[in-house]
């Protein structure tokens, strides 16, 4: 009777699976070619941005391998920006590293942890935030906006943004996002990656299989679909991607990663040092409906926008 009933929840629960995916499939297309996208193609075809040498060379190089790496000071070259992140970062790891100490010492740490315990994040998810915000400013500057728009070919969300502070750890093996593995978010997404310490080998580094992305010459492995959400067998991936390259952004502080994670990608691994990163990722209004939720919300009434109809669509 039992296993009846058992094998009888979990066919009702692969059919409620495949509903709701066939649902999010729908509604994502339906979304991506007629609703959500469509006007913000628009949009971004009636306004498109002029951008100088630095973010076309970026662009360029996003669409071709997927990623693009250079120093953060590169694209925002005003250094009172660094400065206040930096300050931000410091702050944030402090407030983390005493947050550990009390979690060693058998108490509450008070840290935000969700999915990917072995990181602890600054806002996870339902985070307010306000419009001093450095981080939400920075992901809203036109350096980096215009180039995601443009990336993108629509006018964007901002979807996520966060820090992540990930101690070492002895942990015997890969789990969740250290493995290999596609994002679902989107088909075509962009996620900021700023290294806020040097990450070596031991510091779990970023690593992409460039062209990976759909549309991409390795876009056949795995292929990305709305909802894929999974990881490959070890094995499968490193058959299929015996001949491609796979880079490892071993990098110092400062270092800015723009990438396509629709693409197979992974890390986070930090077997022998800490990683702390600020992230921030660029979606479609279509994945936004269907796909994903954001990981914050504007306090009532900030304005971080500046008059930019580009900015206030990417938050709203
Ligand atoms: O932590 C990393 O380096 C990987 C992050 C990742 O997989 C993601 O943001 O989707």
């Known amino acids: 009777m039992h296993k009846r009933h058992t094998q009888f929840s979990k066919r009702v629960t692969r059919a409620a699976t495949g509903i709701e995916s066939r649902g999010v499939r729908a509604t994502y297309g339906l979304h991506d070619r007629l609703l959500s996208n469509r006007g913000a193609r628009r949009r971004f075809a009636d306004s498109r941005p002029s951008l100088d040498a630095t973010q076309q060379r970026v662009l360029d190089t996003l669409r071709v391998e997927g990623f693009c790496v250079l120093p953060f000071s590169e694209l925002i070259t005003d250094p009172a920006t ?5 300050a931000d970062a410091e702050r944030f790891v402090t407030e983390t590293e005493a947050g550990l100490a009390r979690e060693a010492a058998g108490e509450d740490g008070g840290l935000r942890r969700s999915t990917k315990s072995f990181l602890v994040r600054k806002n996870a998810w339902g985070a307010e935030l306000d419009a001093d915000d450095v981080w939400l400013q920075t992901a809203l500057d036109p350096r980096i906006l215009d180039l995601a728009n443009s990336y993108l070919g629509l006018w964007s969300k901002l979807e996520y943004v966060d820090l992540w502070h990930t101690p070492a750890s002895d942990a015997p093996e890969r789990v ?9 978010n989107d088909r075509l997404l962009l996620k900021a990656f700023v290294y806020l310490n040097d990450v070596d080998a031991n510091a779990g580094p970023f690593e992409y299989v460039p062209r990976s992305f759909p549309g991409g010459e390795f876009d056949d492995f795995a292929p990305w679909w709305p909802g894929y959400d999974g990881y490959p067998a070890d094995e499968a991936f490193e058959k299929r991607m015996a001949e ?35 992230t921030w990722t660029y979606c479609s209004p279509a994945a936004l409906r269907a796909l994903s939720d954001r ?8 304005s971080v926008a500046n008059g930019r109809a580009d900015a206030a669509f990417a938050v709203a």
């Open 82 to 86: 660094w400065e206040r992140l930096s």
């Open 176 to 184: 969740s996002s250290q493995r290999w593995h596609r994002d679902f």
């Open 244 to 278: 491609s390259r796979i880079e490892t952004f071993t990098a110092p502080r400062g270092t800015l990663i723009l990438c396509n994670t629709a693409g197979f990608h992974r890390g986070g691994f930090a077997t022998g040092n800490a990683r702390t990163l600020a």
């Open 295 to 302: 990981n914050y919300k504007l306090v009532a009434g900030a």
